[in-house]
């Protein structure tokens, strides 16, 4: 893919060198947009991985290091760590470079680059690209990862028309759809289809393997089940972070999926009314295009 209107990173710093962030660098790389890539990696085998794999042309260990004269900025980091990461990196960073992130969540995002940058938020631009896979690392990294996924942008009233322009054209280089939406929308909306059905799946899972006889059920768990529960061996650490910060507007989809369950409760007994509940559901389904996949239903 190429982006002909796109002025090629110079230098791209990406601060947490694993999937995401490793994926966004292939991505670019393959993409002939970017021209020097610095990785951040906590461990010495992390930064020996990137280098061995080519997502990174340069690894360390310090996020200010890898920022300085960097023209942009990835912050691939659990959504916990952004303020101190953008604390540790401010100091660096040039006055005209773009600051983004590829965290779940929004609002405590912006509130943590309010807080870390001051007047240099205007530098920053939050994105969530929605893609990812049960498995993190590096090593799992991939120039396609983004390819027809989503990518949210929610920009602040004060961010820069510039960077935002720039983050926009880069994530399109990756080959992914670009959308703005405000943090708050982008919050609630992912709490719906995103966050409560993870919890749902670490839900379902745990209340089988607590009864007497779950290791049994599981042992009869077929295709359905597999297909259903495949998110609950994602990452606790990092689901643990975007559920905690996002706890009023997951409570909010949990409240309506109880009165959900509630009506499918109350129509058990009666097959017409059942039946009509389930065609209600299948419906909505059938009618569904997933994100990033329009040619499939």
């Known amino acids: 893919m190429s982006a002909p209107d796109l002025a090629p990173v110079r230098r791209l710093a990406i601060i947490g060198c694993g999937l995401m962030g490793g994926s966004f660098a292939l991505a670019l790389r393959a993409a002939g947009a970017v021209r020097h890539t610095v990785g951040v990696a906590r461990s010495e085998r992390a930064r020996a991985q990137a280098l061995a794999l080519g997502v990174v042309d340069q690894a360390c260990a310090d996020a200010a290091e890898a920022a300085a004269e960097a023209d942009v900025v990835l912050l691939a980091v659990p959504v916990a760590a952004t303020e101190a990461t953008l604390r ?86 990756t080959g992914a759809r670009v959308r703005t939406m405000s943090p708050e929308a982008h919050d609630s909306a992912l709490a719906a289809v995103s966050h409560l059905p993870h919890l749902v799946a670490f839900a379902a899972v745990r209340a089988i393997a607590q009864q007497p006889h779950g290791a049994q059920m599981l ?15 994602s990452d606790a650490t990092v689901w643990r972070d975007i559920l905690h910060a996002n706890a009023s507007h997951v409570r909010a989809q949990a409240r309506a999926l109880r009165a959900a369950l509630d009506d499918f409760d109350a129509v058990l007994d009666d097959p017409a009314r059942l039946h009509a509940l389930i065609e209600d559901a299948s419906r909505v389904r059938r009618a569904w295009t997933p994100a990033g996949a329009p040619d499939s239903p």
């Open 88 to 173: 540790a990196l401010a100091p660096a960073l040039a006055p005209d470079a773009l600051v983004m992130d590829v965290g779940s969540t929004k609002t405590d995002v912006v509130a943590a680059a309010r807080a870390a940058l001051g007047a240099r938020v205007a530098q920053f631009v939050p994105a969530h690209p929605i893609a990812g896979k049960e498995k993190a690392g590096v090593e799992h990294a991939s120039a396609e990862l983004y390819r027809r996924s989503q990518v949210v942008l929610t920009p602040l009233p004060d961010t820069r028309a510039d960077l935002l322009a720039r983050a926009h054209a880069l994530w399109v280089a």
């Open 219 to 233: 042992a009869l768990a077929g295709p359905g089940f597999r297909d259903f529960t495949r998110i609950a061996a």
